[in-house]
């Protein structure tokens, strides 16, 4: 008997699959009694108002199965796009599940769909990539995570399905120039998409989506779990020219999206004052960890989303054993290509970024 699949446990069983080289998805631990800066999440919770919308929910929004329009329009609003460019997803994990299932399943044919993923990257793509059947080429990194624009078209053939791209990237912050979506999006067979996961967006302050009109090939993904806080309730979205989604859409379950998410969203989009504190409040963290590594002489990378990567170096599972035993939660991104020695922390509210870096500070130089 073959073994089960599922997101969680992916197994490349399905024919013509390949192992990757990452092995089973590895979830990172529930850890909820320390401060969290390894998820990349908006440690301030989320907006008050949303919290106001949640509570309002009466008992027969929870029975009948949720409506879609009003969320999707005000969804299309704030991307700038018509609501039929804008399919809603259980989160952008489900979002990026169903491009690969989408785009890389093999469906009986004998070419196996491959998918090209510039390392380091979103661990999740190499997983959806073997779940749906498909083959991961993998782009090494350039030194200084430069996007490696000309090894990413070399990597292209005629069985290329999906080019997944994250800019700004994670878990490096370091973005993806335009002009490279542009060239790929343009050098792709014309069954391929350029999925470009821009989990990160707000905090970098720009979008490929006003390019799409002119891009038919690319989809965009976005997450409320991190500008707006909304992890636990699973909710992101994607847009694209409505052609490219019609695959996607169907490989979505109908009503994945709940009613929590769907008004939470609304309430969310709706208070442009909490979106702005917390990017400020970003933008102050990220000088405030800058100027930490600087002091402390550690290499770290700018970076234009909520959390930055760090080369700590031989004393890595120091920093991140102490800092866990010192309550504060960093991610090992030790493992991941180009990223010997490196943790990420997130740079979110002030205070919480603050406490990160004493920690980082008390164990590398021993003060208490
Ligand atoms: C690049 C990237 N894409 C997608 C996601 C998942 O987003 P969601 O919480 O909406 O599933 C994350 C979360 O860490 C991410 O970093």
Not at 137 to 159: G, N, Q, W, Y
Not at 322 to 329: F, H, I, S, T
Request: charged share 20%; net charge negative; aromatic share 8%.
């Amino acid at each position: 008997m073959k073994s089960k699949t599922s997101a969680l446990n992916p197994q490349p069983s399905t024919p013509g699959a390949q192992p990757t080289a990452k092995g089973q998805y590895e979830k990172p631990p529930e850890l909820y009694d320390g401060l969290r800066l390894h998820q990349n999440e908006n440690t301030g919770g989320c907006s008050p108002r949303v919290i106001e919308a949640l509570a309002r929910l009466r008992p027969d929004q929870i029975s009948f199965y949720p409506p879609y329009t009003a969320v999707t329009n005000d969804c299309a609003g704030y991307f700038g796009v018509s609501p039929d460019s804008v399919v809603l997803v259980n989160g952008l994990d489900e979002g990026i599940m169903a491009v690969s299932v989408a785009y890389l399943r093999t469906a009986g044919s004998r070419l196996v769909p491959e998918a090209i993923i510039p390392e380091p990257a979103f661990e999740i793509f190499h997983f959806d990539t073997a779940v749906a059947g498909g083959r991961v080429v993998s782009v090494p990194p350039k030194k200084d995570f430069r996007f490696a624009e000309a090894d990413v078209l070399a990597a292209i053939t005629s069985e290329t399905r999906v080019v997944f791209l994250t800019n700004p990237n994670n878990p490096t912050g370091v973005p993806v120039p335009f002009e490279a979506i542009r060239t790929i999006a343009g050098a792709v067979p014309k069954e391929a998409v350029v999925f470009v996961d821009e989990a990160y967006a707000e905090f970098a302050g720009r979008s490929f989506i006003p390019e799409l009109p002119s891009f038919p090939n690319v989809i965009v993904g976005r997450t409320f779990s991190k500008a707006y806080g909304l992890a636990a309730l699973r909710i992101g979205a994607l847009v694209g020219a409505p052609a490219v989604l019609d695959p996607v859409r169907y490989a979505i379950p109908v009503y994945s999206v709940n009613i929590a998410a769907a008004v939470a969203l609304q309430a969310a989009l709706a208070d442009t004052d909490y979106l702005r504190d917390y990017l400020r409040q970003v933008k102050e963290s990220k000088q405030l960890l800058y100027a930490a590594c600087d002091r402390l002489g550690l290499t770290y990378w700018p970076s234009d989303a909520n959390f930055v990567l760090v080369r700590i170096g031989d004393r890595i599972g120091e920093v991140i054993d102490g800092a866990r035993e010192r309550g504060v939660y960093l991610r090992n991104r030790s493992t991941e290509p180009g990223c010997e020695g490196c943790l990420r922390i997130a740079t979110g509210l002030v205070e919480h970024t603050q406490r990160g870096i004493d920690v980082i500070e008390e164990v590398l130089c021993g003060a208490a």
